[in-house]
T-cell receptor, first 114, second 115 residues
Framework: EAGVAQSPRYKIIEKRQSVAFWCNPISGHATLYWYQQILGQGPKLLIQFQNNGVVDDSQLPKDRFSAERLKGVDSTLKIQPAKLEDSAVYLC????????????FGQGTRLTVV | AQSVSQHNHHVILSEAASLELGCNYSYGGTVNLFWYVQYPGQHLQLLLKYFSGDPLVKGIKGFEAEFIKSKFSFNLRKPSVQWSDTAEYFCAVNARPGGGNKLTFGTGTQLKVEL
């Protein structure tokens, strides 16, 4: 079974530039999550989609971050403009949905803002 | 909102030593509990999970964890670690019902097993 695919694996940008990350979840998984993992911390949820609708984006810095899942399958996360503190690994995860379904994680995109 | 505390940030053990990693959560309601592992260069993988029933759960690679509701704890154990267990371990919780499987993670414990 194919896992959660993310690209790119690494990205280095200058502050104030924009960047986009892509995620393709496991086929059939209705729920998709984006997490931010800053060095030395555990992953923190940014946004959760159920099919193509947003379930929770309460921790997404909406002045600079945006995400979409237009067709209910793959998703993009964008940062514009980036700040130094956005340097982190951005993890995408997917699950079948519901309170007791397991989340499967991609390998993440490591973003460095200089 | 729930929170998760992992008390050991870095642990170094010799092969065959026993392992116990602490995890405490803060939430007044019912939760699902998880331990994830991240091997160097790899993605987060589920080690084990507790939803309900027997509070002692067994996972992959000889790991187990015990849910103690009165202590809000879900400690991870392994009787004899191997060099290949070197990884970062994360405890996570999601509230139910209605938690939508949104995970709240601890800060992680970096385990190094020496030969």
């Amino acid at each position: 079974e194919a896992g959660v695919a993310q690209s790119p694996r690494y990205k280095i940008i200058e502050k104030r530039q924009s960047v986009a990350f892509w995620c393709n979840p496991i086929s059939g998984h209705a729920t998709l999550y984006w997490y931010q993992q800053i060095l030395g911390q555990g992953p923190k949820l940014l946004i959760q989609f159920q099919n193509n609708g947003v379930v929770d984006d309460s921790q997404l810095p909406k002045d600079r971050f945006s995400a979409e899942r237009l067709k209910g399958v793959d998703s993009t996360l964008k940062i514009q403009p980036a700040k130094l503190e956005d340097s982190a690994v951005y993890l995408c995860a997917s699950s079948l949905g519901g309170d007791s379904s397991e989340a499967f994680f991609g390998q993440g995109t490591r973003l460095t803002v200089v | 909102a729930q929170s998760v505390s992992q008390h050991n940030h870095h642990v170094i053990l010799s092969e065959a030593a026993s392992l116990e990693l602490g995890c405490n959560y803060s939430y007044g309601g019912t939760v699902n509990l998880f331990w994830y592992v991240q091997y160097p260069g790899q993605h987060l993988q589920l080690l084990l999970k507790y939803f309900s029933g027997d509070p002692l759960v067994k996972g992959i690679k000889g790991f187990e964890a015990e849910f103690i509701k009165s202590k809000f704890s879900f400690n991870l154990r392994k009787p004899s670690v191997q060099w290949s267990d070197t990884a970062e371990y994360f405890c996570a919780v999601n509230a139910r019902p209605g938690g939508g499987n949104k995970l709240t993670f601890g800060t992680g414990t970096q385990l190094k097993v020496e030969l």
